[in-house]
């Protein structure tokens, strides 16, 4: 495991380098195959639009440095369209549409609890303890960070 001291801290800083430090990272399938691919694709079933909406709803929420989106290519559930995993939890929805985006963000994302209606199967890791909550960051200069609320956990 690599730990960051201080020193390779100060040296990433100095190279300009900025770790984000996120508590959750989306990926959303965006994949792409020809009209005719019997697979079909989460593009055809509005990938990108599911992504944008995700994208535009943690910046609404201010939460965009805390939660990261981004685009995945395939994650082999195809079929299940489009398709979007949770980390660090490993949480896996499947037909996802823009309409649920404010559900996902609002019930897990943000409050720690699982979008049971768009649950991929065969996840046996969820019946664990609940997921840690987010707390939106204050701006800046508003005061302290506010921390990761762990749920039986420990904060990362
Ligand atoms: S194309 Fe999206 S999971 Fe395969």
Redesign the pocket.
Known sequence: MLVLTNGRRAAAAMLGLHMPFLQRHVFV?????PADNP?????R?G?AAVRDALKAALAERGLNKQIRANN????????????MVVYPEQVWYGHVTVEDIAEIVDKHLVGGEVVTRLLLAEQPHLNGPSLPRIEPRAPASAGPKPALVSLGRKPQ
């Open positions: 399938c965006t994949n792409e195959r697979k079909g694709s989460c593009a079933c990938g995945a290519g395939c994650l082999d559930q195809c079929a299940a369209g489009v398709a």
